[in-house]
Structure formats: structure tokens, C-alpha cells
T-cell receptor, first 119, second 111 residues
């Protein structure tokens, strides 16, 4: 039973290039969350998606960052025109359902992350 | 404001000694609380979670945590630390659409 799969594990880009990070949720999970971990910091929420819908993007930078979770295929976090400050670990998590009192035993399961380095 | 505080950035304990990692949160209602562990270069592994009921929750690897509403705390404990427990530990609170994490506590274990 595969967990949350992220690829690539490591990604190196030069300033100005585009970075595409992919996340395949656990089987049966329809909710995907992206988090960013800057060096020496905890994880910060970026965006929450369901299939074909962005539910909450309150943590996404206003420019250059976008995310999608199409009907078929993995979720994609896209960073355009990368800058040095984008260097971080990007984690994806998935859950079965949106958690609430009726399904409160559904935590988020995390992938191993993509380490993005900008030269 | 949504915040999770882990006041200790680093903690060093001797192997076999007991451990307590502190976590305080701000939240108006009954929170959903989590502890995750992260080894270097790895993802996050869920240690334990609290949703409701018994305020002392048991997790994997011999860890437990106690929810204290009056103190807005969810401290992680282990009676006897093993060298393999050296890692970074994150407390997190579910604020609905997202988890809010503390800054983490790095645990070092000395033999």
C-alpha cells in the first residue's frame, strides 16, 4: 500500500527557470495539501486542493506559484522564474476526506518531500 | 491568531533518560493535535494524534502525549530515550483546511 509519492526527490534549477513538483496521494485519498519547509524552520501551509478544485490557497505566494490537482494524474506545484529564496523542501500530504467531527480519525499523511535548490 | 509554539529549539538527553518536548497552541475550540517526527532528509512520520476523549494518547515508538486544555498544551513524552530517537519533532494543530506547525525541536541523544 504505497504512501504519498513525491518526485523528484531532489531538483536543481537555475534562477529564472521553472520548477515542477509532483505529488501522487495515497490510494483512495482525494485531498492534497502542499507545505514548504525553509531551512531551519517548520512547515508552512501553502495550498489545499481537491480534485480539480483549489479549496484554500491562503499560504501561496501571490506571484509565480501555482498548484493544480487534475481529474487524472498527480497534483503539481509549479514555480515559475525561480529565485534563490525558493530553495526549500516542499512536502505534499494527503487525506481521505476533509477532517471534521464525523471523520476525525483521518490525519494527513506526508510524502518524503522534494528538495529544491536554486543555483 | 493561529499559532503553535515549541519553546525548545534543541534538547539533549542521555540515552535511557526520560524526555518531554513542550508544545503550546492557540485555538478557541477543541483542537485536533498531532506530533510528527522527521529524520534528516526524510518526510514526516505521524507519532500520535489527539482528536477527543482520553487526554493521554499513546503513539508509536513508545511515545505518549497529554492534552491539557487549561494550559493549551500538548507535550510529548517518552520514559526512556533510545539513540534512534534523535530527530526533529514537530507539534501541529489542525485549523480546518491546514495544519499549523511549530518550529520544531531537535532532539540529540548522547550515549
Amino acid at each position: 500500500n504505497a504512501g504519498v509519492m513525491q518526485n523528484p526527490r531532489h531538483l536543481v534549477r537555475r534562477r529564472g527557470q521553472e520548477a515542477r513538483l509532483r505529488c501522487s496521494p495515497m490510494k483512495g485519498h482525494s485531498h492534497v495539501y502542499w507545505y514548504r519547509q525553509l531551512p531551519e524552520e517548520g512547515l508552512k501551509f501553502m495550498v489545499y486542493l481537491q480534485k480539480e478544485n483549489i479549496i484554500d490557497e491562503s499560504g501561496m505566494p501571490k506571484e509565480r506559484f501555482s498548484a493544480e490537482f487534475p481529474k487524472e494524474g498527480p497534483s503539481i506545484l509549479r514555480i515559475q522564474q525561480v529565485v534563490r529564496g525558493d530553495s526549500a523542501a516542499y512536502f505534499c500530504a494527503s487525506s481521505v476526506l476533509h477532517r471534521g467531527p464525523e471523520n476525525s480519525n483521518q490525519p494527513q499523511h506526508f510524502g518524503d518531500g522534494t528538495r529544491l535548490s536554486i543555483l | 491568531a493561529q499559532s503553535v509554539t515549541q519553546p525548545d529549539i534543541h534538547i539533549t538527553v542521555s540515552e535511557g533518560a526520560s524526555l518531554e518536548l513542550r508544545c503550546n497552541y492557540s485555538y478557541g475550540a477543541t483542537p485536533y493535535l498531532f506530533w510528527y517526527v522527521q529524520s534528516p532528509g526524510q518526510g514526516l512520520q505521524l507519532l500520535l494524534k489527539y482528536f477527543s476523549g482520553d487526554t493521554l494518547v499513546q503513539g508509536i515508538k513508545g511515545f505518549e502525549a497529554e492534552f491539557k486544555r487549561s494550559q493549551s498544551s500538548f507535550n510529548l513524552r517518552k520514559p526512556s530515550v533510545h539513540w534512534s530517537d534523535a530527530a526533529e519533532y514537530f507539534c501541529a494543530v489542525d485549523y480546518g483546511n491546514k495544519l499549523v506547525f511549530g518550529a520544531g525541536t531537535i532532539l540529540r541523544v548522547k550515549s
